[in-house]
């Protein structure tokens, strides 16, 4: 496919200049219409130069009105369509007087009265001043209709990036109060290796966090990278009880996803899987490529949903003595994050086994970063296996 060797430009992206264009186009239009007339009914060709006298008047006259109508364009309906029609109709009859004295001068002999020739050229000159300025306003009107459309795009595009940004930002809290929890438990226990070790693991994780944009994508490489990050934080707290298995497939490592989508699911195993649970659980990440969609699966070995204890996982609540705890953001979370990205283009399943074990399934259409700009990845840090 042959690419253009320049980018276009939209006809309005300068104002000043598409006006000036426009108005050389429609008075040269006019102008060679009504030679072409006057040389068809058999005029001199003398008689173009009173065509061109009466063009440069009219462009003159235009020049003025699209002055006057600058300033009323902005203001009430009743004044702006009032003023008008007072204005044109004198600005007409100022044409009509000036193309009728010169039509005069050409024709000193003529039996035609100045007010014969007046009403004779006002007709025309009307439909010239009319039809300009019919123009001037709906093509105002269009391009403030057009400002207000992408003033509205811009406005909900800032929206659905801080409302994207909020969700995202609820996924650290519940995270970084565990951590920190756990690191302040090794310092009173005098454990200060693993403490170094889990807030240098923490410092980069959080340092990922910021440094990548909340609306922004990244790869699956990318996000599988921060989740083990994120995995040996909390491998430090439950050592061998939280087992990670990770099914990749290499077509599907370049394809982009929202960043830190994933993390909130394997905490949310993390918590309903390997914490309530003597033997802890595996968690097992998938990724593959299905037709034109990227499928994501987190799946973890704990009891799911059929344990009474745990039905208020799809919520992100516990119950604590019959009130309600907010224990995380839940799966809804990410669900509405998949919504603001994705719209009605997503899948999101929630499975359950009879034997036990949870999953969710994500598909998302299939993209990839064309151009190498790849966003910042997190450090490489051992992570559980």
Do not use: C
Not at 3 to 27: D, E, H, I, S
Not at 29 to 37: D, E, V, Y
Not at 189 to 200: F, G, I, R, V, W
Not at 273 to 302: F, H, K, Y
């Amino acid at each position: 496919m042959a690419v253009l060797p320049f980018r276009p430009t939209p006809f309005f992206a300068n104002k000043n200049r598409a006006f000036w264009r426009l108005q050389a186009a429609g008075w040269g239009g006019a102008m060679l219409l009504r030679a072409m007339s006057s040389l068809a009914n058999a005029q001199p060709l003398s008689f173009l130069v009173i065509i061109l006298i009466a063009t440069i008047t009219g462009f003159s006259i235009s020049l003025l009105l699209s002055i006057v109508f600058r300033q009323l364009i902005a203001r009430r309906p009743l004044v702006t369509w009032g003023v008008t029609a007072v204005v044109v109709p004198i600005a007409v009859g100022i044409y009509a007087f000036i193309e009728s004295w010169v039509i005069g001068l050409y024709r000193p002999e003529s039996d035609t009265t100045f007010t014969q020739l007046f009403l004779g050229v006002f007709y025309l000159d009307l439909t010239l001043l009319g039809a300009w300025s019919a123009l001037y306003y709906a093509i105002n009107f269009f391009l403030q209709v057009e400002e207000q459309n992408d003033q509205l795009l811009r406005l909900e595009a800032q929206a659905t990036s801080a409302q994207l940004a909020m969700l995202r930002y609820q996924l650290n809290p519940h995270f970084l109060f565990n951590t920190l929890n756990s690191i302040s438990t090794l310092v009173l226990l005098k454990q200060t290796e693993p403490a170094n070790a889990m807030l240098s693991r923490l410092s980069a994780f959080l340092r990922y966090t910021l440094v990548n944009e909340p609306a922004g994508r990244v790869t699956v490489a990318q996000e599988v990278e921060t989740l083990k990050l994120y995995l040996g934080i909390e491998l430090m707290r439950f050592e061998e009880r939280l087992r990670t298995r990770f099914v990749i497939d290499d077509a599907a490592r370049h394809a982009l996803l929202p960043s830190l989508l994933l993390q909130p699911l394997v905490e949310n195993a993390i918590k309903y899987a390997v914490s309530p649970q003597e033997s802890g659980a595996e968690i097992t990440i998938t990724a593959q490529l299905v037709g034109q969609n990227l499928r994501i699966s987190v799946s973890d070995t704990g009891p799911g949903l059929q344990n009474p204890a745990h039905d208020n996982r799809l919520t992100g609540m516990s119950f604590d003595g019959g009130d309600p705890v907010s224990t995380g953001v839940g799966l809804a979370n990410i669900r509405d994050r998949l919504g603001q990205a994705y719209g009605g283009e997503h899948r999101f399943e929630i499975q359950d086994s009879p034997e036990g074990g949870f999953s969710v399934v994500i598909e998302i259409p299939f993209e990839r970063r064309e151009e190498a700009v790849p966003a910042p990845a997190p450090p490489r840090l051992q992570a559980a296996h």
